[in-house]
């Protein structure tokens, strides 16, 4: 189980990817032995970089 701090710092969202570029990140994954998922979060932070957009800040729970 996640700890709070965790749960307050990342949320969980599932993408679909063409089979390529699935098995191209797995590999790359496996080859360098850097999580997939950080791979996206990089991607991510990538193209909000190329659109000049603003991570939002987060919400306060109530």
Same mark, same amino acid.
Request: no cysteine; proline share 5%; net charge positive.
């Given at each position: ?13 599932? %993408? ?6 699935? &098995? $191209?990140?797995? +590999?790359?994954?496996?080859?360098? @032995? ?9 991607? %991510? ?6 659109? &000049? $957009?603003?991570? +939002?800040?987060?919400?306060?729970? @109530?």
């Amino acid at each position: 189980m996640p700890q709070k701090k965790d749960r307050e710092k990342r949320v969980f969202t599932g %993408v679909y990817f063409d089979r390529a570029q699935h &098995d $191209a990140l797995r +590999a790359l994954s496996g080859a360098t @032995r850097v999580p997939l998922a950080a791979y996206l979060r990089e991607a %991510v932070d990538m193209l909000l970089k190329k659109y &000049d $957009a603003k991570a +939002a800040k987060p919400r306060k729970r @109530r």
